[in-house]
């Protein structure tokens, strides 16, 4: 099932069970009036109530994920099971059971069944439904190696296991755009398996040396001197920085993605990185979280052992981790529900990172196309190539974000497609059905600016 259909299925459901409890209700008044006698404030109340629930637990139905809907629905049948029961008790304590009408009688057998169902799957290994378990990584002086490369290896992936379909990301939003197994290629940004090796060898290329621009040079966006370690921001910089090292290379790629682009990855001719400094706003890992993730990045390929890490360890006194990273509770995995601010759902889902939008502050990702989709979107359903099933610009930003693969665009400053797979695949499970509207309503109304 796509996961529309099943938005459109839980959302049917769920309106059908509000309105059911709301039939009942009136039934049930119906059949006091008709008949001296009845109690109708206690029935009315009893009946009101349960309209009431379930009217609470359709608002609560549109907040929720896809997967937490699936397993909230068994509530929602849970409670017109009893409305159906309580309707029973009603008409046998009135002696009017004949004049049930049969449509009850059709839906209690639906509802057991549902029930029995229900029963049934929650008995079976659980799908996860609930947030996951908060895990937590140490605080204060680091006092090994082991825990150092954990810390950055939570900034990089984040702290929460993987949900199903999506895959787990950190505060460093690497795994936005990096792959890190060996052979999992999926386009655009380079895959970090083996880079702890290549960090030494990359600073010895001819290309290192002068592309784009010279050892010694000014990179015009991040004032950083490229491959001058000691002349590395103050805040940032290594303890008697001297020799241009393979940590440095490391160190240079995340604060200046320009002052090296790896061959074939970057745009205007590989002089300009579409990777966003990490030291810098959105992500903004701070020294601490940076020397992190370099010593993560330096060991990983080799578990358990860390002998090429060259970052030392934070001894307590010299700075205290920062809040984020240091202590208790870490971050649920990435989720709006859309009762946020349009900005602040847009670059929790990352897309700044990728796409040039008009109207939020700092969005100038430059791996994927600006996002003018005003002009933009009617345009991809007219041509010929389209495959996919918009027929609205709005179905069309409904559906690259569900599915972007649907169709690829064409970037015609490069002469080529933009690389396919690169997108996210599951913002699905990241967005309530709310959010999901909000976002659409939003990106399909961005125009150039001006
Ligand atoms: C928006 C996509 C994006 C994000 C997010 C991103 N990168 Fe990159 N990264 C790239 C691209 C594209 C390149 C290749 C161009 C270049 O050399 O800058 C690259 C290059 C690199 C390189 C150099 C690789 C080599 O083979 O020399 C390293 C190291 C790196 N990234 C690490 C990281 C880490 C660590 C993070 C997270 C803290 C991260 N990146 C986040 C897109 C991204
Ligand atoms: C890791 C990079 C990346 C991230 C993050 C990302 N996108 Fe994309 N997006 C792309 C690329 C590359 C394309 C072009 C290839 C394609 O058509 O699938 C694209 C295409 C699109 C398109 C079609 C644009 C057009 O003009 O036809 C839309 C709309 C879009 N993205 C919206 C979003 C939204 C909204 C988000 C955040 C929820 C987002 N993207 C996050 C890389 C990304």
Request: proline share 9%.
């Amino acid at each position: 099932m796509l996961p529309e259909q099943a938005d459109i299925l839980w959302t049917f459901t769920t309106i059908i069970f509000t309105l059911f409890s709301l039939f009942a209700f009136i039934n049930v008044i119906q059949n006091c009036r008709e008949r001296a006698g009845t109690n109708t404030v206690l029935w009315g109340s009893v009946f009101g109530a349960g309209f009431i629930i379930n009217l609470l637990l359709t608002n609560h139905m549109f907040d929720l994920t896809q997967q937490e809907q699936l397993g909230f629905i068994s509530w929602q049948v849970l409670a017109v099971f009893l409305t159906l029961l309580t309707w029973g008790v009603f008409f046998k304590s009135e002696n009017i059971e004949n004049q049930s009408p049969p449509l009850i009688r059709a839906a209690f057998f639906y509802t057991t069944i549902s029930i029995l169902l229900a029963g049934y799957t929650n008995w079976l290994p659980q799908q996860r439904s609930d947030p996951p378990p908060k895990a937590t990584i140490p605080t204060g002086g680091v006092e090994s190696m082991d825990a150092y490369t954990e810390m950055g290896r939570v900034i990089v992936f984040g702290s929460a296991p993987p949900v199903a379909g999506q895959k787990s990301i950190g505060k460093g939003q690497c795994p936005l755009c990096h792959t890190f197994d060996p052979g999992d290629n999926i386009g655009r940004c380079p895959n970090l398996f083996g880079v702890e090796e290549r960090s030494h060898t990359r600073i010895k290329e001819d290309r290192y040396l002068n592309e784009p621009i010279k050892i010694g040079e000014v990179d015009g966006a991040t004032g950083i001197v490229k491959g001058k370690p000691d002349e590395v921001p103050e805040e940032y910089r290594r303890a008697d920085a001297s020799e241009l090292t393979g940590e440095d290379y490391l160190r240079e790629s995340l604060m200046c993605p320009s002052c090296y682009v790896v061959k074939g990855y970057g745009k205007a001719g590989d002089t300009k990185s579409p990777m966003p400094v990490i030291s810098k706003p959105p992500i903004s890992l701070s020294k601490f979280e940076l020397n992190s993730v370099i010593a993560w990045l330096q060991s990983k390929d080799t578990p358990g052992e860390f002998a090429s890490v060259t970052i030392p360890l934070p001894t307590g006194g010299e700075e205290a981790p920062p809040a984020d990273t240091g202590g208790g509770d870490v971050e649920p995995p990435t989720f709006v529900t859309g009762s946020e601010p349009i900005d602040v759902m847009i670059n929790t889902l990352g897309c700044p990172l990728c796409h040039t939008i008009p109207g939020i502050e700092g969005a100038v990702g430059e791996l994927g196309p600006k996002l003018h989709e005003k002009i933009n979107a009617p345009n991809r359903i007219k041509d010929p190539n389209y495959k996919g099933k918009a027929k609205t610009g709005r179905d069309y930003v409904k559906e690259s974000i569900l599915n972007p693969n649907a169709y690829i665009v064409f970037n015609e400053e490069a002469g080529e497609p933009f690389p396919e797979g690169v997108m996210p695949q599951d913002f699905a499970n990241k967005l309530s059905v709310n959010a999901l509207d909000k976002l659409v309503d939003f990106i399909s109304n961005t125009q150039p600016e001006g």
